[in-house]
């Protein structure tokens, strides 16, 4: 006779080992991205996985801090007031004067970038080169978990995000 507990991990399935290797920086890109991409009801196994659940923790927090800063009303719409940068850490101070309030972060230089690029992409902010290609280049690692074409997630360069080139 099977014991309760084996009965709910047959039930559930697999363990979280048999779910194929993801690389934990280019699932963070895609939870702070395109955060509905990898809902945890679909990808329940990776975020069984000790260090992918502290990816989803830190993709929330990314994603606080762009909507605290890019806003969804006038009362939300924060600015960046310094950035200073140490070895494996960005430390970001921003303030949003309709409420008062200031924070101050530590960042990895990923989550920094993130939340550089990601601003680009809501209300056309300034992004540098190197934080471009640090998203994008680590959000295409994500191919090489999946099989997935290379190009399969770079988004188009003309214009506005997920505009379309039409051909003749």
């Known amino acids: 006779m099977r014991s309760t507990k084996e009965g709910k991990k047959a039930a559930?399935?697999?363990?979280p080992s048999d779910a194929p290797p993801i690389d934990p920086e280019a699932l963070l890109c895609a939870l702070v991205l395109a955060p509905k991409t990898y809902t945890r009801n679909k990808f329940f196994r990776f975020y069984e996985q000790p260090e992918l659940a502290k990816v989803r923790r830190r993709a929330a927090r990314v994603r606080g801090i762009i909507r605290q800063l890019g806003g969804g009303s006038a009362a939300a719409i924060g600015q960046i007031i310094g950035e200073q940068v140490f070895d494996d850490r960005v430390l970001l101070r921003y303030k949003l004067d309709a409420i008062h309030f200031a924070r101050t972060t530590a960042l990895t230089p990923l989550e920094a970038a993130l939340v550089h690029y990601?601003?680009?992409?809501?209300?056309g902010a300034e992004v540098s080169v190197s934080d471009r290609e640090l998203v994008l280049r680590t959000t295409g690692r994500l191919s090489l978990s999946f099989e997935l074409p290379a190009r399969a997630l770079v988004p188009p360069r003309n214009g506005s995000p997920g505009a379309q080139k039409e051909t003749p």
């Open 12 to 15: 559930r399935g697999a363990s």
């Open 118 to 123: 990601a601003l680009h992409v809501a209300t």
